[in-house]
């Protein structure tokens, strides 16, 4: 018998009301951690969008389109506050919904009253730019909200995701329309209680869970939307880059990657190692910046491979609420997907070089996989060149520095790379070097970093979320040229 949760999950947030979707249908909402339905949501639609939509445009005419950047500003301060004082029941709560252990729930929830208290803080401090014109001229420039802002998030991070797409767009004056995943949507529901209960006026944030081919691609066409923000996969991503086209709205897509991790010979690996397991493993892999390809100098391939594998011995896998080092997946399908991509290295004939253990009292109908560390993998072998979604990483040789970035560089993807050395020149240069978003130099931030700009080129995706980057997406520049003689 699931536990009860704190709120009816079965419901949509339109203009400040909680009701049941239009249609009255609902979804089973399971429980990674045994496969039991935990609790149904609402099924919906684009009559539910459509309302939402209406709602979002009502509340930009309305009490939230007259409150000034401050008080904007305020106002999501308050919901971070309050974010921090339920620390611990939205962990559990993504712990039942998403099979996160709740160490890892508790980052999240953490991260995503940063998320509120930074864009609270950064809501007041967006300036325009006065600009040399001509004779007789003041030019200058100001920022102004796209209008209804559309927001598709992904199961894997809920919070940190709707913390960095939903603050930016409230801080700089749109109105939100929310489409969380099908299979984890409570702490995007929580999160509306909470906006409500610190004052946020109706309409600025809607919440509509449902069907990703129902009401995602009913919001993505929805000419009502101004903006679109999407994270999830690269297929999805085209389709709502797509639709965003048929609207001429701008979008900005997230869209993972095969994040490589650079380890020179003069890498300091003490320091190094805690950082290359966890990068694979955090959130079972289910990580978008996942560093799930480790590239090894030859000269210390060996050495690497075995400190990796003595730590991949020793992880346990186990139910979310147990907090061992990873949780289930999140659904019946990834664990599908994850595991024909052991079978696949097992059939390719690659070295697994270690596993950890499925602890023996985990749920048998959990959806879990071992983490897993395959060896010397070619660079061009479909393990080595497409994202798992899952606890395997990748560990390849490689010869020298032109080598490494040949073989970094070498997928569709480029969000996220990390390098290890103690050469300063060299960390130099492969920063400008390697083609992705995000570099990080003896340090990786899988999935961290409220403050700095993210997001990728190539499939990884376009636009740039987190830090203050993101708050000019969420915008647009208005230029005002005025002769006055
Ligand atoms: P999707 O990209 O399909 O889902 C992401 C979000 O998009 C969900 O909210 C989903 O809703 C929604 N969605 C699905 N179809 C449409 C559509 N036609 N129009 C608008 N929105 C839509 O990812 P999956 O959950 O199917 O996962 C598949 C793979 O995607 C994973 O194995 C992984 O490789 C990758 N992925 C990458 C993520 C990242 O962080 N970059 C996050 C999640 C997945 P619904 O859940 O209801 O289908």
Known sequence: ???????????????????DSASGERLPLLNPSDGSVLAEIARGDAADIDAAVAAAQGALDGDWGRLNAAERGRLLMAMGRAVLTQ???????????????????????????????FYGGAADKVMGETIPYLNGYTALTWREPHGVTGHIVPWNYPMQIIGRSVGAALAMGNACVLKPAEEACLTALA?????????????????VPGLGEEAGAALTAH??????????????????????????????????????????ADADLD?????????????????????????????????????????????????????????????????????????????????IAAQGAIAADAPPGGFYVQPTLVAGVPAAHALAQEEIFGPVTVVIAFGDEADAV????????????????????????????????????????????????????????????????????????????????
């Open 87 to 117: 620390v611990d029941q939205l962990a559990h709560l993504e712990a039942l919904d998403v099979g996160k252990p709740l160490k890892q729930g508790r980052a999240d929830a953490v991260a995503l009253a940063r998320y509120l208290e």
């Open 1 to 19: 018998m699931a536990e009860p949760l704190p709120f009816p999950a079965h419901e949509v947030l339109i203009d400040g009301r909680w009701r």
């Open 191 to 207: 999160l509306g209680r909470i906006a409500q209960q610190c004052g946020l006026p109706a309409g600025a944030l809607n919440i």
């Open 223 to 264: 000419a009502g939307v101004k903006h679109l923000s999407f994270t999830g996969s690269v297929a999805t991503g085209r389709r709502v880059q797509a639709a965003a086209a048929q609207n001429t709205v701008p979008v900005t897509l997230e869209l993972g990657g095969k994040s490589p991790q650079l380890v020179f």
């Open 271 to 351: 320091a190094a190692l805690p950082y290359l397991v966890n990068a694979g493993i955090q959130n079972a892999g289910q990580t978008c910046s996942a560093g799930s390809r480790i590239l090894v100098e030859r000269a210390r391939f060996d050495e690497v491979v075995e400190r990796l594998a003595h730590r991949y011995r020793t992880l346990r896998v186990g139910p979310a609420l147990a907090d061992l080092d990873l949780g289930p997946l999140i659904s019946k399908r990834q664990h599908g997907i994850v595991s024909r991509y052991l079978d696949l290295a097992r059939e390719s004939g690659l070295p």
């Open 406 to 485: 040949r073989i970094a560089n070498g997928t569709p993807y480029g969000l996220v790379a990390g390098v290890w050395t103690r050469d300063g020149s060299r960390a130099l240069r492969l920063a400008r070097a390697l083609k992705c978003g995000q570099v990080f130099v003896n340090n990786y931030g899988a999935g961290g970093g409220v403050e700095l700009p993210f997001g990728g080129v190539g499939a990884s995706g376009h636009g740039r979320e987190k830090g203050f980057e993101a708050l000019y997406g969420f915008s647009a520049l208005k230029t005002v040229a005025i002769l006055h003689g």
